[in-house]
Structures are given as structure tokens and as C-alpha cells.
């Protein structure tokens, strides 16, 4: 991890930021001056031991609840947020959910989560920020698999390949005062009921020829954050994955 500059860049509001890769997303974005507002769903512990990590930083930090299955709840999020940050400056939408699907199976519960939590909430969310910022940067966590059509976790697929579409169409609407650009993650972290050895097998199949690290992501997120000549950008950082 890079030394704290002291540099402040504003706010920058995480959703699913207290485990796993939005985790990794806030320590390195706070280590660079970026003042986080945390939102969590269910593990509270963890986002209370990282908002105590990041203040030591003398770095801001606060944590902020909310169901993103929940539209009302999604729709008041930016403005409880705006409220003790008034300089909210960036909005990472990277809470996800991740089930297998299939069409054949048709489960409409599990449609209908896969995209209230992995695109109405990003909608509400850039529509809400949009509405109460005069400029800012928006950026999507999509998947590697938007590339491709492949089987297995059908709904989640379609939310995310959604969520590419919604990321280009908002870069549209949105300009010139807000950028709106997505990461396409490859082989990061296993999913929690999987061992790390579950990663190496596939990473074998990719050009790369290994997995990849939080830390990739967290890169590519202040990469575009800082390049302010991009917008309906998706970077893939997959080790070359999309290419196959
Ligand atoms: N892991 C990978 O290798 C990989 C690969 C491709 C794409 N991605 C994408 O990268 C992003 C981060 O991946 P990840 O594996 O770190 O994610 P994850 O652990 O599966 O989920 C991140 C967070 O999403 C939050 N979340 C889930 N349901 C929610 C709800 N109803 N309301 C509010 N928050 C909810 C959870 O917060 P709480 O714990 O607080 O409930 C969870 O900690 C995701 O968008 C994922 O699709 C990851």
C-alpha cells in the first residue's frame, strides 16, 4: 500500500465497500486523500473496523447503511450521504450479487433480485447523484462475462450486460459535468463458498495465465477517477480474459 498523500480529492461513496474488493477499493482510495463514505448492507462489524483503519489515516470515513433490493431505501441513500459530505464527488457502484440462473429454470425471485440490487439500485443511485451534483465521476463494477454470452448465471449476467449499457447511455445523458465509466473484473477473489484454488484452475485458461488482485481494481478506479478526459469507458481488468 502507498504512503497517505495529503491531498484532498472529495468524496467518494462505495456501495458494498466494508469486505472483499470494495474494501480493498476504500483503503487504497483513502491512502491517496479521498475522503470515503461506506455503505454496507449486512456486515456493519466490518465496516466499523475499516472506517477505524481509514480515520488513523486522518482520513475521513463514515459508514452508511442501506438494502439496495430496497428502491426507497437505494433513493434516500446519496441524499443521507450528501448530508454529512457535502462534497461528494464520486459514486462506485460495486455491491453486487452474484447467483447461478438459469432461463430454462425461470426463477423470477431471483431475476428480480439479480437486478434490483445489480441495476435498479445503480440506476437510482447515478439518477439520484446526477440530480444533486453539479459534476462528479460515476463508475460501474460490471463483470468480464458482459463480453461474452455465457451460461450459468443468467440473471446476473443480463443485470450486469445491462449495466454496460446503462454505463455508455449515461455518459451520454450526462456530459459534460459527469463522467460515467466501468471496470470489468476477471478473476479476482473466488466466490466465499469457494477456496483459492478455485481461481488458479481457471486462471490457466486465460492469456495472463493468473489470477488477479484487488489491488487491480482499486488501480484502475483512481486511474479513472483522475483521467478526466474519459468517459463511457469500460476497462477490462481480466488478464486479457474478454479476449478469449
Ligand atoms: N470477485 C470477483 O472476482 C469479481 C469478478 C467479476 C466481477 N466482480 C464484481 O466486482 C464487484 C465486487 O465483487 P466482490 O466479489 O467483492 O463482491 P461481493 O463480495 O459479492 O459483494 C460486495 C458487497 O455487496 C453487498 N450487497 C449484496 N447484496 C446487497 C444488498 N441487498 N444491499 C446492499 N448491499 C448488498 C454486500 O454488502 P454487505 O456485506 O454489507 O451485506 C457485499 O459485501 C461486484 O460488482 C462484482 O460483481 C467481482
Excluded: W
Excluded at 205 to 233: C, H, M, S, W
Amino acid at each position: 500500500m502507498p504512503s497517505k498523500t495529503t491531498n484532498s480529492n472529495g468524496t467518494v461513496l462505495i456501495t458494498g465497500g466494508s469486505k472483499r474488493i470494495g474494501r480493498t477499493i476504500a483503503l487504497h482510495l483513502a491512502h491517496y486523500g479521498y475522503s470515503i463514505a461506506l455503505h454496507y448492507h449486512y456486515s456493519r462489524k466490518d465496516a466499523e473496523a475499516l472506517a477505524r483503519i481509514i480515520q488513523t489515516l486522518q482520513v475521513r470515513c463514515d459508514i452508511f447503511e442501506a438494502d439496495l433490493e430496497d428502491a426507497k431505501a437505494v433513493a434516500s441513500l446519496i441524499q443521507q450521504v450528501r448530508k454529512k459530505f457535502p462534497d461528494l464527488q464520486s459514486l462506485i457502484n460495486n455491491a453486487s450479487i452474484f447467483e447461478k440462473s438459469t432461463l430454462r429454470a425461470g426463477d423470477i425471485k431471483d431475476f428480480d433480485q439479480e437486478f434490483a440490487i445489480n441495476l435498479r439500485a445503480p440506476f437510482i443511485l447515478c439518477s439520484q447523484f446526477a440530480s444533486l451534483s453539479k459534476e462528479g465521476t460515476i463508475i460501474n463494477i460490471l463483470d468480464t462475462n458482459v463480453s461474452k454470452d455465457k451460461g450459468g448465471h443468467f440473471s446476473y449476467l443480463l443485470a450486469k450486460k445491462s449495466l454496460a449499457d446503462l454505463t455508455r447511455l449515461a455518459a451520454l445523458e450526462l456530459a459534460p459535468e459527469i463522467r460515467v465509466n466501468a471496470i470489468a473484473p476477471g478473476l479476482i477473489l473466488p466466490p466465499e463458498s469457494q477456496g483459492k484454488e478455485y481461481l488458479d484452475r481457471l486462471a490457466k485458461n486465460i492469456p495472463l495465465k493468473r489470477k488477479g488482485e484487488p489491488t487491480d481494481i482499486a488501480k484502475a478506479v483512481q486511474f479513472l477517477l483522475e483521467n478526466t478526459y474519459i468517459t463511457g469507458q469500460t476497462i477490462f481488468v481480466d488478464g486479457g480474459e474478454h479476449l478469449k
